[in-house]
């Protein structure tokens, strides 16, 4: 159970790591080193911290942890990209290692337990016949109703070790809104690896995505501390114009409270631009203090103050979109319990 | 991959690391992987030091000096030693050889 203190030690510390843009020293008096550490893996965060003789042995373990499903995620990209390119598929590398080195310039700042890769709807079977073609193998509850309609995902296993599962995206969306999903596919930033460039989001639509992450985690009292790191770290180097086209971009796809909730995490950690607290303060978003909502994404297990309907009632930018959030909430429940299924 | 050397010829020109090798510092090494072939290397001690010194795009000779430099071993030692693996990485497709 994490205190008070570490969480406020946490706080600063990601705080120095925006500022500095590389990883901090942990002060000597530090009292519950296990507590804080406990905090930092929960979130993935232990990368925030420079190398410490009280920690060797961990940190060389998570490390050492973070290489063995990354290293084989890079080569799943680098396999599967010529095959979508190839078809003709438009697709997009969402939350992986290439993510990681965007935002931190590390592919291995932080454990990426699969390959997700985003999708047009059109698109969604041919994407999963070049897999399966490739040899992965679609997971057997993957074809229930839940996962193809509400999840809108399908999990398909590697044929080899050496490779990584592939989540095939066709929704990155709202959990109460509409789908917004082609938005993200064009335009894509093309990242350089392996003598391959392969699509990945722009700063504003992974600056997007990275908003509905951090609701998703909300809803599913997930730590995602992790999630608004990127963010931060992400917001923290944008110019004025970037900022602009983020707002805008929120407006158009009905992400303005939700960026805005994000946005208030954020500054727990890290100075906002002028237009974004301007945002940010044009919005009634009454829901809870900063600092409990900051409590809330990274020790969810002690905050859980937010039942998950109210929500997406509240982030909803548009009374029309309620009926549909409370129906589409309801669906999903339905079909979760149908597969037994726990997952968002 | 014009620019790989061939791996029985000497080794003349500027070292770096391949485009097809990612790295990640961790315990007491370095690991790699060759994203062309997925496999897997783990370099320690004097190995580890001559990584890290492939970032300013030594020459074979920059890396002996060096060598000798932190490691007080003699101008012979480090010349063999490094030549067994430049060779060992390049046959690994983890390094390149621009020569001038």
């Known amino acids: 159970m994490a205190s008070a203190s570490s969480l406020d030690i946490l706080r600063n510390l990601l705080r120095q790591f925006v500022l500095q843009r590389r990883a901090v020293e942990l002060q000597n008096n530090v009292a519950n080193i296990e507590e804080l550490w406990t905090l930092l893996s929960d979130n993935r ?20 942890s973070v290489w063995s499903v990354n290293a084989p995620a890079l080569s799943t990209i680098c396999l599967i990209a010529p095959l979508f390119e190839k078809d003709s598929i438009p697709h997009l590398f969402i939350k992986g290692p290439l993510m990681l080195h965007e935002v931190y310039q590390d592919y291995f700042f932080r454990p ?11 698109d969604f079977y041919r994407a999963g016949a070049v897999l399966a073609e490739a040899g992965f193998v679609l997971e057997p509850d993957c074809k229930r109703v839940y996962w193809r309609i509400f999840l809108g995902e399908q999990h398909y296993y590697p044929p ?11 929704r990155v969306r709202h959990p109460a809104g509409p789908a917004t999903m082609e938005r993200f596919l064009d335009p894509v930033l093309r990242h350089k690896i392996g003598g391959r460039s392969v699509a990945v989001p722009t700063p504003v639509n992974l600056a997007l995505l990275l908003v509905v992450y951090l609701l998703k985690g909300i809803m599913t009292y ?15 180097r944008m110019d004025e ?20 909730l994000a946005l208030r995490a954020v500054r727990m950690i890290a100075p906002l631009s002028p237009l974004l607290e301007k945002e940010i303060n044009g919005q009634k978003l009454s829901l809870m203090s900063d600092a409990e909502l900051f409590r809330q994404l990274l020790v969810p ?44 | 991959m014009n620019d790989r050397t061939n791996i029985d010829s000497p080794i003349s020109g500027t070292l770096s690391v391949s485009e097809y090798a990612v790295a990640s510092e961790f315990g007491d090494g370095v690991s790699i992987m060759n994203l062309e072939t997925s496999a897997y ?48 990485l390049l046959h690994g497709g983890l390094i390149t050889v621009r020569h001038r």
């Not at chain 1, 965060?45 to 060797?56: H, T």
């Not at chain 1, 900022?243 to 971009?249: D, G, N, P, R, Y």
């Not at chain 2, 000798?68 to 030549?83: G, H």
């Open chain 1, 301 to 344: 297990g002690i905050a859980r103050t937010w039942p998950r309907i109210r929500a997406l009632i509240k982030t909803c930018d548009h009374v029309n979109d309620l009926a549909q959030a409370v129906a589409w909430e309801v669906g999903r429940k339905i079909a979760q319990r149908a597969c037994g299924a726990h997952l968002f």
């Open chain 1, 112 to 122: 990426t337990t699969d390959v997700d890769v985003l999708v047009a709807s059109n």
């Open chain 1, 160 to 170: 080899h070790k050496t490779l990584t599962v592939v989540d095939l995206h066709r």
């Open chain 1, 222 to 236: 997930e730590a995602v501390g992790y999630f608004l790191l990127d963010l931060a770290m992400l917001l923290a």
């Open chain 2, 41 to 88: 290397y783990r370099l320690q001690g004097v190995a580890w030091f001559v990584w890290r010194e492939l970032a300013t795009a030594p020459t074979f000779e920059d890396l002996c000096v060096a060598i000798q430099d932190v490691y007080r071993v003699s101008p012979e030692i480090s010349a063999r030693d490094l030549e067994s693996l430049l060779r060992d």
């Open chain 1, 241 to 260: 114009r970037a900022v602009h086209q983020l707002i805008a971009e929120a407006r158009e796809r009905k992400l303005t409270l939700a960026l805005c």
């Open chain 1, 45 to 64: 965060l232990c990368s925030l911290l420079r190398d410490d003789d009280r920690l060797f042995e961990r940190q060389t373990a998570y490390r050492q």
